[in-house]
């Protein structure tokens, strides 16, 4: 398998050291700024397969950084995670969202909780390169992020789709919870565990997809969610 390349952006020359060498020594390729102007030309002239950016940056910042390389045709198809240890609040990380990052990580964060996160936003992404997906009465575009359910467009939530996407591309299999949550969400088990945050994600898919779609989506007792 090819190493995965990551750009890291981060001011703090320490905790850049740090990071590096921990993303190296998981076999990761590294290339590094600390710098946001910079990050985007590296980033257009690399291509890394993930960004790992500070959102609080001098000069442009990380959410900045963030929208640009989002609405730039080159590389909005590049995931985004923000770290920060200024920007923690509710606000920040909706905002963080609202730019186009695909997860937001609050300092001070154990490196293996970004391990996990990393290695998510990778799936996530590997599975969006492969063509759409059609099922009877609901047709899913992974690169366009699109969904359309008995021929109607149907907004989601970026959790929402990436959750849809999953049980489609594994459909027929009962997928767990704490699956679920490590892949679509990417939290580290260890630390956290709680079932409602897919009931409620599960919940809101069925009221949007509609009654003949949500019909599809099972609940596996004692266990998880499939979809048929």
């Given amino acids: 398998m090819a190493q995965k390349k990551i750009l890291l952006v981060e001011d703090d020359r320490q905790m850049l050291a740090v990071l590096r060498r921990y993303l190296e020594n998981h076999d990761f390729s590294v290339v590094f700024t600390d710098n946001g102007s910079e990050a985007l ?14 959102a609080s940056l001098p000069g442009l910042d990380g959410f900045a950084l963030c929208r640009a390389l989002k609405e730039s045709p080159a ?8 770290i920060s240890g200024a920007r923690t609040g509710d606000e920040d990380i909706v905002e963080g969202y609202e730019r186009g990052a695909d997860d937001y990580l609050s300092k001070p964060f154990a490196y293996p909780v970004l391990m996990a ?14 063509s759409g ?13 699109t969904v359309r359910a008995a ?20 459909k027929g299999r ?55």
């Fill in 75 to 82: 590389t909005a198809q590049t995931p985004v995670i923000l």
């Fill in 151 to 170: 021929g109607r467009p149907v907004q989601l939530t970026r959790k929402e789709f990436d959750l849809l996407a999953l049980l489609l591309e594994r």
């Fill in 133 to 145: 997906i059609k099922e009877e009465g609901i047709e899913l575009d992974p690169e366009g992020r």
């Fill in 174 to 228: 009962a997928l767990s919870v704490p699956y679920l949550l490590e892949t679509v969400w990417g939290y580290d088990m260890a630390a956290y565990d709680n079932p409602h945050t897919v009931e409620t994600h599960i919940s809101s898919l069925r009221k949007k997809l509609g009654p003949a779609v949500a019909a599809r989506i099972h609940s596996v007792t004692g266990h998880g969610y499939k979809f048929e």
């Fill in 41 to 54: 030309i590296i980033a257009r002239d690399s291509r890394p397969d993930l960004v790992v950016a500070d």
């Fill in 117 to 130: 996160k990393i290695s998510a936003v990778l799936r996530r992404y590997a599975g969006a390169q492969a």
